[in-house]
């Protein structure tokens, strides 16, 4: 088993401004994508969503603003307490119903009690494939029948993306965890920069499907986040043009069911349904 990376999973999240992410270069298509894919699986609001390992919140306050009851479960303490400063700052402004410190393997929630839940962190942080079935069963216990379960991963390739389209074939100490991952799925960063991530799995997309089957849940489908979209020239001009934005949303939502493409994604969305 590789060792830990030199930051801890808290200590990367105490310290990476992830609050940030979503509204800047890439992680813009893959907050947009990844509502795309949600809201095509989801039941028409009111219901209840949980939004476990859901940071500062972008998500919950996405579904609060859609009519969605949501509940915010995240384990970082920084994060949740910047969702929770949004809220006070604007009490007007259409948030979670509840903000709490948690465990996607032992949620707080009843049994039965949400209409979906998203779990975009959780899987890729945890690294040991018993842990990962053991919150989707949990995801399944407070799901209600026919509840959907949203589940991001991180492929197996993603590394090896990153490292091509930003230009880091020379940097021998990223390479070396690219070749660690595409080996394993096992990531680890054993430098002191804190862009090359912390403790994660990588998983293949046969991997994700089995651990939801193992978790009790049926897949309806596995897509893929960002696509190619990593190849866009100059993605923030890209980006900034309404129109050119529009035309790389519907052009990766035509792609998004050629195998040969999947892997090529960062991330993957899995969908699965409680029986």
Excluded at 15 to 39: C, H, Y
Excluded at 176 to 195: C, K, M, W, Y
Excluded at 215 to 223: K, R, T, Y
Aim: proline share 5%; glycine share 8%; aromatic share 8%.
């Amino acid at each position: 088993m590789p060792q830990h990376s030199k930051r801890s999973i808290e200590q990367y999240y105490a310290e990476f401004p992830e609050d940030d992410r979503l509204q800047s270069g890439m992680g813009q298509l893959e907050f947009e994508r990844t509502k795309g894919i949600v809201r095509r699986f989801l039941p028409a609001p009111p219901a209840v969503v949980a939004d476990v390992g859901g940071g500062t919140g972008p998500y919950s306050f996405w579904l609060a603003g859609l009519g969605y009851e949501v509940h915010l479960v995240e384990p970082a303490v920084r994060l949740a307490e910047i969702c929770k400063v949004r809220m006070r700052a604007d009490p007007r402004l259409p948030g979670p119903r509840t903000v709490e410190i948690g465990d996607a393997r032992t949620l707080w929630l009843g049994d039965a009690c949400c209409d979906a839940l998203l779990m975009l962190g959780p899987l890729y942080h945890l690294t040991e494939r018993d842990d990962r079935v053991r919150a989707i069963r949990e995801s399944t216990r407070v799901l209600k029948p026919d509840g959907i379960l949203f589940a991001a991963t991180i492929t197996r390739a993603a590394s090896l993306v990153d490292a091509l389209s930003h230009d880091m074939l020379g940097d021998t100490e990223f390479v070396s965890i690219v070749e660690a991952d595409l080996l394993t799925g096992q990531h680890r960063n054993p430098t002191e920069n804190i862009f090359y991530f912390t403790d994660a799995y990588f998983h293949t997309r046969a991997e994700i499907r089995a651990e939801f089957e193992e978790g009790g849940l049926e897949v309806v489908a596995q897509l893929p986040v960002e696509g190619l979209g990593y190849l866009a020239k100059d993605f923030d001009a890209v980006w900034g043009d309404p129109q050119k934005r529009e035309t790389l949303l519907r052009l990766m939502a035509r792609t998004e069911h050629i195998e040969e493409l999947n892997g090529a994604s960062a991330h993957h969305i899995t969908v699965g349904r409680k029986a």
